[in-house]
């Protein structure tokens, strides 16, 4: 049957060796720091709030706590907790200290709290929107040192670990034990477990696992004042009043420093698949992922659609290639179960049946690990490529996906020839659309054309302006075009308890 399917495709043998050579997957991210961006405060005209600055008394404290070794001063140091991934950011943060306990947080955060010293949680600093980059003079606190696996129940999957622990060894760490870590996304081999957490990550397999919310089982918090709250509960369900773990996943660290961990992990599936496919319009997209949730949802873990403008910069830039020749759009299929002959026989016949209709043009299949990780490179390294391609504004929409690429071609129609390219991928699956637009220089005026209008056109389709990178420092100021004026007075309300003096990661999320 994969035989005869296989023979349907052309140039099913050769593609796979388009692909760069097999090493693919995880990104350990380099931030080049070449070129720096200005001061945010300065580029987008924010208001210092009223804090403390840091001076050789708070020094001397944090000296005492920590020792020279796990405090950064020195300026060159200093620059990569100061500019965001993107280098599009810059705060002005003289100081980062790396705690390695929890109860040095707390000591930390009762300093500061009684000093009046803003801080500004980090954990891989890969995040999107400006949430783990200083503002101002912001005392960073990173999570770097909090690195230790504290447990694991191999049967229950049960996994608790410091917040500092970078997702992909913990992953691998859970591979040798044949389970997996219910999340994945292209920053792994950089981004936290605490900074997934805080950011309520969602990335490529949120078909399969649903979101963190339902992940996380317990957490470890220190508050702005130093208390520490434990809310590290290991059971899958617990109906105890107020589920107060929820309240700090995806709170971009303002109302709490997330110190430990305990999630949920899954069985490492025994057979993956992946497909890769040419499609001629994006209804046909849309056909074939119906198609593939009728007939193999519970084998069916990702969903990933790429336009062709993303697939030419990824080929541009990267030198990548789509195994198959040139489509308008290509889909990205993985599933994962525990019977081979079974999922095979599930996808083939997918497959064969979506050719019969003419839902696809071509594609590929493949259950090879190197093939398969090859493929994902694909999907997993566009971010590289959008580094390479001028400046580039990044949208993260959830929309209803019989809206999903109007919004993609609106923007193309509303920028016109003021922009280089405007891509459409994302996790379609989830109804995850990552809307990009490259121009050859930022200017304001340029930012002005695309903003609010993006997020406008997103509510007017019934979508989201954050799926999964959350609010941050870039899109706080667009809260009150998702949320109602008495919801954002609760956020407020709880925001004024957890932190009377404002001092956890001011001007994100709420603004
Ligand atoms: P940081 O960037 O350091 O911080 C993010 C936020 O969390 C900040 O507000 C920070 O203050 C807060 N924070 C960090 N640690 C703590 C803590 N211990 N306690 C309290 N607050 C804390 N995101 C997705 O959701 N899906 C994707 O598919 C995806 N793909 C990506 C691919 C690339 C190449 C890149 C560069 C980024 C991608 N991201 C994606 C965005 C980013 O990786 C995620 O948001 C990630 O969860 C951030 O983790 P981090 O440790 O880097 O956090
Ligand atoms: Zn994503």
């Known amino acids: 049957m994969r035989v005869t399917f296989r023979k349907m495709f052309k140039n099913v043998c050769t593609f796979l060796s388009c692909i760069s050579s097999g090493k693919s997957g995880a990104l350990t991210l380099k931030k080049c720091l070449h070129s720096k961006p200005n001061f945010t405060k300065n580029n987008y005209n924010i208001i210092r709030g009223n804090y403390s600055h840091v001076e050789e008394e708070h ?35 003289t100081i980062v200290l790396k705690p390695k306990t929890t109860e040095e947080v707390s000591k930390i955060l009762s300093f ?11 954990g891989g600093h890969t995040g999107v929107v400006g949430g783990g980059t200083p503002v101002f003079d912001e005392v960073v606190i990173s999570t770097e040192l909090m690195n230790e696996i504290i447990s694991l129940d191999e049967k229950s999957g049960v996994l608790t670990c410091q917040a500092g622990c970078i997702l992909q060894n913990v992953d691998e760490y859970l591979a040798e034990k044949n389970l997996v870590f219910p999340l994945d996304l292209g920053a792994k081999g950089s981004c936290h477990i605490g900074g ?28 702005a004042n130093g208390v520490i709250l434990d809310l590290l509960s290991t059971l899958k369900k617990d109906n105890t009043g107020y589920h ?27 057979s993956v698949h992946v497909a890769f496919l040419g499609l001629q319009n994006f209804h046909q997209v849309l056909k074939t992922f119906y198609k593939c949730k009728q007939d193999m949802d519970e084998i ?16 541009e830039k990267l030198g990548m290639q789509s195994p198959i020749g040139d489509y308008p759009f290509y889909v990205l299929i993985e599933t994962s179960g525990s019977n081979e002959e079974h999922d095979q026989e599930k996808l083939d016949a997918f497959l064969k049946s979506c050719l019969l209709k003419n839902f696809i043009l071509n594609g590929t299949v493949t259950g090879e690990v190197g093939k398969l990780k090859a493929i994902w490179a694909l999907r997993e390294k566009i971010p590289q490529g959008f580094a390479k391609d001028g400046y580039v504004f990044m949208y993260d929409m959830s929309l209803p996906l019989h809206n999903y690429y109007k919004l993609v071609d609106d923007m193309r129609e509303h920028m016109g020839k003021l922009s280089h390219r405007v891509f459409g991928f994302g996790h379609l699956g989830d109804g995850n659309l990552h ?13 002005k054309h695309i903003e609010p ?8 389709y019934k979508g989201s302006v954050s799926a999964e990178h959350g609010m941050g420092f870039l899109k706080s100021k667009y809260l009150g075009l998702m949320k109602s004026q008495e919801s954002i007075n609760v956020m407020r309300n709880i925001k004024k308890m957890m932190d009377p003096n404002g001092i956890l990661n001011p001007y994100k999320t709420l603004g």
């Open 59 to 93: 020094l001397y404290y944090f000296r005492k706590l920590l020792g020279e070794t796990r405090i950064v001063t020195d300026l060159s140091d200093l620059e990569k907790y100061n500019v965001d991934w993107h280098k599009s950011l810059r705060g002005g943060s």
């Open 112 to 122: 500061c709290n009684s000093n009046r010293l803003a801080v500004c949680p980090q």
């Open 196 to 223: 997934n957490v805080s950011t309520n990550a969602g990335g490529l397999r949120v078909l399969k696992y649903g979101n963190l919310h339902g992940n996380v089982l317990g957490l470890e918090v220190v508050q």
């Open 244 to 270: 107060l773990k929820n309240l700090f996943i995806g709170a971009e660290g303002t109302l709490g420093v997330l110190t430990k961990v305990a999630v949920q992990c899954r069985q490492r599936p025994k």
């Open 300 to 315: 069916l873990t990702a969903f990933e659609v790429i336009d062709t403008p993303t697939m030419t910069l990824v080929n």
């Open 435 to 447: 809307l990009n637009i490259s121009v050859q220089k930022y200017t304001p005026e340029i930012a």
């Open 453 to 460: 209008f993006i997020f406008e056109r997103t509510v007017h």
